[in-house]
């Protein structure tokens, strides 16, 4: 079946820093999602992309179709940015889900 | 997040029957139900769009949905597994040629 590949596994970050998740695509998708995981448990929706870059204060998400893959850039990673976050990707009816990136910021 | 509602958050069976209850107030036309098992990531259960199942995805019959109205979406469960264990999240988009989703915070369900 369709596969999500995304990576990091696990990141750890100091507050402060940044870095970049990755999700590969084996077929071409309609669109992506980013999701993070609180510690509550909750999805919390951070980016919906048919194509194209969309930012929002310290991430920043891109999504080439045509290469098949999109990428979720965190800049000045604070604390309460640490979860876990996932792509997901549309081809159809269904959300496929990546295997997600455990963040962790620390002091 | 009070845009999608689920209810209860956390649910504790033996062999018994309950229903999961998921209302979104955002207009939406189709509705989901995800599983996300440990250590695994989300999958669909089931889409409704326009109250009518669209999809099933090959999932043990012991699991019922029901959608009593465009906002509203439930899942029935008897004689539930351990394998059942695991967080079910109800989900909404426009329709099912909008993506872009809107998940409501899941109702972790704990067999034992």
């Known amino acids: 079946g369709d596969q999500v590949e995304q990576s990091p596994s696990a990141l750890s970050l100091h507050e402060g820093t940044g870095s970049a998740l990755r999700c590969n695509f084996t077929?071409?998708?309609?669109?992506v999602q980013w999701f993070r995981k609180n510690s509550r448990g909750s999805l919390i929706n951070l980016f919906y992309?048919?194509?194209g870059t969309k930012e929002n204060g310290r991430l920043k998400s891109a999504f080439d179709s045509k290469e098949r893959y999109s990428t979720l850039h965190i800049r000045d990673a604070q604390l309460e940015d640490s979860g876990t976050y996932f792509c997901?990707?549309?081809?159809?009816?269904?959300?496929?889900f990546g295997t997600g990136t455990s963040l962790l910021v620390d002091p | 997040n009070t845009k999608i509602t689920q209810s209860p958050r956390y649910l504790i069976l033996g062999r018994a029957n309950k229903s999961l209850e998921c209302e979104q107030h955002?207009?939406?036309?189709?509705m989901y139900w995800y599983k996300q098992s440990a250590e695994k990531p989300p999958e669909l259960m089931f889409l409704?769009?326009?109250?009518?199942?669209?999809r099933n995805e090959t999932v043990p019959s012991r699991f019922i949905p029901e959608c009593p109205d465009s906002s509203k979406l439930l899942l029935h469960i008897s004689a539930v597994d351990p394998e059942d264990s695991a967080v079910y999240f109800c989900?909404?988009?426009?329709?099912?040629?909008?993506?872009?989703?809107?998940f409501g915070s899941g109702t972790r369900l704990l067999v034992i």
């Open positions: 989900a909404s988009s426009l329709d099912i040629s909008n993506s872009d989703y809107t």
């Open positions: 077929t071409t998708m309609r669109a």
């Open positions: 992309l048919a194509s």
């Open positions: 997901a990707a549309d081809k159809g009816y269904k959300l496929t």
């Open positions: 955002l207009g939406h036309n189709a």
């Open positions: 409704y769009n326009l109250k009518q199942l669209i």
